[in-house]
């Protein structure tokens, strides 16, 4: 059994390297500036690996289903790499619908971060606690992740129209907050580069502190720029916090996550600053040229028609199936849990979007923008709901 | 009541105020000029006149005009985005510990935020009078925009007349004319038309190809699920449609199931918990490694369920028939006659008896005098023995705190019992008191002869139920439903349709569709296949270019 959860790592590392050798084919296809024919070649390569490289991150999938017993979707490591394995599917169908090589090349790199944002968190096989034991885990999680991943390609389409299209010879509101989207990417790098870097290094310092009245111990996993209010650190050669978090925040953890988020933003904000200062210039408007090409009605109705479809999806898995679920083992359907809320907010929000695209009229930027913050939304659901808010769905 | 109507000046066709394009021919009633080529026509709800846009006179068609306005809608679902998200900052009051006063823990936990959070009502902001009524609000909107959108669309919609206007086709976003047009063309295309799974309707050698239709109706279908998911909810406050309670039972006990007006009874034969130990798959060896503590792996009650057959006259002893018996386990709920169990809770251990001993304070080998044993479920209160002792007890905690050093019991179950005893030697008339409860042996007095010291305890386990009863879910199921129909419908098909107008020179073609132009172009694309028919352009495209270049 040991063997297939290796084997089943060994898929996964093979879908990573894959998915980033498509990425290098995608980007080939936008500048062969050659003939059609050899063009269309390139597209069918660039795919073709992508194909592949699902394929790989599918076996990954089930080896370690048949190994664990269960829907490898049970953790957060598990999910977020599930929800890029969709992020590549849904890339796929909208590729088949409208075979836009552009999608890809930034689809991927997305997937790509996903998979490695994953991998930092705890990658055992964890058995099932008694709530998730049943079918609807795999039905509601899978349906809700692939709905999720659809409106993902929607945030990607709009990002792509946005670079393509805001005016980048003035600065504005639009491209200050075009950079902070892309900085939030580099955050991400960042978070992934301080835990891998980190606990490759095998670093580990210890705090006490008091809490409600007792006292209470914490392990960072990266060195403390924020120790815990009112903390000792035990180990005596590492580095001592630079300030405590202050008082006010909850949770045991609260100021290592603190801690954490620091170091992402700061080296993300390194990293940004470092390709800024190469490029000179906006790293919007450094990516522009390379989408003059592009089509900018077309990729608007990529980013509407990903909404179009997965809004239906992600209803079904996100509220009509948790709701089942929800009914079979909290005995309601619906309990105002944050994750549940965050599920209805983001039903809400695409409403909205649905709303004011077909009756109003709103096309191109500002649907391209609702499409960026409808991803935030998401984002905000996986991951801070998770890790932040905690409830009934909190996973880590 | 009179109504004011525009007869088209080409056809003379009596449409009603408000409409934009004629019912029959499809010339354009706006103010624009019909010719004007660089406005394309606006195509929402086919230009029928729709209730709201058309009149504005009493207080009826204000609240009307009001609730059918889709920014007052999507503003509506934005503050009900807003609140829900300002519920989820701090936990809800039903996720804090039960035992606390409510105001308290806000206050000490979260400081001034959580106290102002409470007292704005935040603590229970989903069933707050203002996000019911904002619910509502979009409930009604969705019921009145879709009888104002809807029936003049489906009358527009089944009413096409396949010859339009060319006023009509020329403003239209997809757009081509040719100069020849013969018999065979007209072959080709109805050919090409039919492979692409076209309707065909014809009039006068006019064309109109239709395809997906029902397309249209997803959105008022999808509304109608959504309505009749919002009633379903209401029905919960029917007392019969809805039953939420809890029952605490414990092994070999039967209990009176609670709100099923002492009909049903439930038996705990067994309540099995089980941890993930080492013995488990290799697999899960490193996860169960690193958790600290325990993690849970099954909770069963295995139960049975009687139904009382008696007559339900006072003081008859119930009868009891057994009608079910089963295991309830999380994510299985036992069902019988509309009613759910599920495995809610539990306690481990609690106490069912306790053994006691008498013996002398200064006894140190403690030799028993007396020898006793109490049933927490239902305690004796006296206890006389052979050797003139008598015991008696004066007061039972099951689940005793001390509470400013009085003892007090915090709930009835026996999880921490405690007990005072009187004490009375042979012939004496005078008790000594006694306080006993585990690891602790209290004389109030410090001058007691006599000492009670637990020797011996069973236990069992109990097994929180709650029990549920919704005859609401049929309802929301078939709102959920139709809603998934309707936006399914709507969202994956679309509407397309395209014209075809033999002039005296050629042939104008003129295309639309509700959504996803890039597809209905290359479709059109396709049917001109074969026919010398000038390729489809996209006007708004064409016109976008003009001006960039001028």
Redesign the interface.
């Not at chain 2, 386990?329 to 709920?333: A, F, G, L, M, S």
């Not at chain 2, 509700?514 to 597809?519: E, L, M, Q, R, S």
């Given at each position: 059994m040991g063997d297939l959860v290796s084997l089943s790592s060994t898929f996964l590392y093979v879908a990573f390297f894959i998915y980033l050798i498509a990425t290098v084919l995608f980007a080939a296809t936008i500048r062969d500036k050659k003939s059609k024919k050899n063009n269309d070649f390139a597209s069918k390569l660039a795919v073709g690996t992508t194909i592949v490289g699902f394929v790989s991150q599918l076996l990954y999938f089930i080896t370690r289903w048949i190994a664990a017993g269960h829907a490898p979707v049970s953790n957060l490591f598990e999910f977020v790499t599930f929800f890029g394995m969709m992020l590549v599917f849904a890339f796929l169908l909208l590729y088949f619908i409208y075979r836009v090589n552009l999608l890809g090349l930034f689809t991927l790199p997305i997937a790509l971060l996903l998979i490695a944002y994953a991998s930092v968190f705890p990658r055992e096989v964890t058995p099932l606690v008694p709530s998730l034991k049943s079918h609807w885990l795999y039905i509601h999680v899978t349906t809700v992740s692939l709905g999720e991943a659809i409106l993902a390609i929607s945030f990607i389409a709009g990002l792509i129209y946005l670079i393509r299209q805001v005016d980048q010879t003035t600065s504005s509101k639009s491209t200050k907050w075009l950079e902070i989207v892309i900085y939030t990417l580099f955050a991400t790098i960042g978070f992934v580069l301080v835990s891998s870097v980190y606990a490759g290094m095998g670093y580990s310092s210890t705090f006490e502190f008091p809490f409600k009245g007792d006292t209470r111990s914490v392990e960072y996993e990266i060195p403390p720029l924020i120790g815990p209010n009112e903390g000792v650190m035990l180990d005596q050669e590492r580095m001592s916090p630079l300030v405590e978090a202050p008082s006010f925040l909850q949770g045991v953890d609260a100021a290592k996550k603190l801690n954490t988020l620091i170091w992402s933003m700061l080296l993300g904000f390194v990293l940004y600053l470092i390709v800024r200062l190469i490029l000179r210039k906006r790293i919007a408007a450094s990516i522009q040229p390379f989408l003059k090409r592009a089509n900018p009605e077309l990729i608007d109705e990529i980013c509407y028609r990903a909404v179009a479809i997965g809004f239906p999806v992600f209803t079904l898995g996100g509220l009509i199936f948790a709701a089942i679920w929800a009914q079979e083992a909290w005995d309601r359907y619906w309990g105002w849990d944050p994750k549940e809320v965050w599920a209805l907010i983001t039903f809400f929000f695409y409403a909205v979007f649905l709303h004011l695209r077909l009756s109003r009229g709103w096309h191109g930027e500002k649907s391209a923008w609702l499409a960026v913050i409808g991803f935030a939304i998401i984002m905000f659901n996986l991951i801070v709901v998770n890790l932040v808010i905690a409830g009934l769905h909190s996973y880590a | 009541m009179f109504m004011k109507t525009i007869t088209c000046n080409a056809c003379g066709h009596i449409n009603k105020e408000g409409t934009m394009i004629c019912g029959s021919c499809g010339k354009p009633l706006d103010s624009i000029s019909g010719e004007d080529k660089n406005t394309l026509l606006n195509m929402?709800y086919d230009g029928t006149a729709v209730r709201s846009k058309t009149r504005n006179r009493s207080i009826i068609d204000k609240i009307w005009n009001f609730f059918s306005s889709?920014?007052i809608?999507?503003t509506l679902?934005?503050l009900?985005?807003i609140s829900?998200?300002v519920?989820?900052i701090l936990?809800?009051e039903?996720?804090i510990p039960q035992n606390v006063d409510a105001f308290t823990h806000y206050r000490d936990?979260?400081?001034l935020?959580g106290q102002i959070y409470y007292q704005l009502g935040f603590h229970n902001l989903?069933s707050s009078w203002w996000y019911m009524i904002l619910i509502a609000l979009i409930g009604i909107s969705i019921f009145i925009v879709s009888i104002d959108r809807g029936v003049p669309l489906y009358k527009a919609l089944t009413n096409q007349n396949p010859k339009r206007h060319t006023g009509f086709l020329k403003r239209q976003k997809l757009y081509s004319e040719s100069e020849t047009y013969d018999e065979d063309e007209k072959e080709q295309l109805l050919f090409n038309l039919k492979k692409h799974r076209y309707n065909i309707f014809e009039k006068d050698g006019h064309l109109l190809a239709e395809k997906g239709r029902f397309a249209r109706w997803g959105p008022y279908v999808n509304h109608l699920g959504l309505i009749i998911f919002l009633l379903g909810t209401l029905f919960r406050f029917v007392p019969f449609m809805y039953v939420d309670d809890f029952v605490w039972v414990r092994e070999g006990e039967t209990v009176v199931i609670p709100s099923t007006s002492q009909e049903y009874y439930v038996e705990n034969k067994k309540f099995i918990i089980e941890n993930?130990g080492e013995d488990?798959?290799?697999?899960?060896a490193?996860?169960?490694q690193?958790q600290e503590g325990p993690?849970?792996?099954?909770?069963e009650t295995q139960a049975v369920i009687y139904k009382d057959q008696s007559t339900n006259i006072v003081g008859e002893e119930p009868d009891l028939n057994q009608i079910k018996e089963g295991s309830i386990?999380?994510?299985?709920?036992l069902k019988f006659d509309g009613f759910?169990l599920?495995q809610?809770s539990y306690q481990t251990n609690e106490f069912k008896s306790m053994s006691f001993k008498l013996h002398e304070t200064s006894d140190e080998n403690e030799d028993a005098i007396a020898e006793f044993k109490i049933d927490l479920d239902n305690p004796e209160n006296n206890f006389t023995f052979d050797n003139g002792y008598r015991i008696e007890l004066d007061q039972f905690y099951p689940d005793y705190y001390l509470d400013e050093g009085q003892p007090k019991s915090q709930s009835n179950y026996p999880r921490n019992p405690g007990f005072v005893f009187f004490v009375y030697p042979p012939n004496e008339e005078e008790p000594e008191v006694s306080f006993a409860a585990i690891g602790k042996n209290i004389d109030p007095t410090n001058d007691n002869d006599y000492k009670i010291g637990l020797t011996d305890f069973e236990v069992r386990n109990a097994s929180g139920l709650?029990l549920?009863k919704?005859y609401t879910?049929p309802i929301?199921g078939l709102g959920?439903f139709i809603?998934?129909i309707g936006?399914?419908q709507g969202?994956?098909w679309q509407h397309r349709r395209i014209w075809f107008h033999p002039t005296s020179k050629g042939i104008i073609v003129a295309g639309h569709t509700?959504?996803?132009?890039?597809?209905f172009k290359n479709e059109v694309d396709k049917i001109f296949t074969g026919t010398s028919l000038q390729a489809i352009k996209d006007l708004e495209?064409d016109s976008k270019e003009d001006r960039s270049q001028s």
């Open positions: - | 929402r889709i920014k809608g999507v679902i934005v009900a985005l829900s998200a519920g989820t936990p809800q039903m996720y936990e979260y400081g935020f989903y993930y488990e798959a290799e697999v899960f490193e996860a169960i690193n993690i849970a792996k099954h909770f386990i999380v994510n299985k709920p759910s599920y809610s709650s549920k919704d879910l929301l959920a809603f998934m936006v399914i969202m994956y509700n959504k996803n132009w890039f597809g495209e």
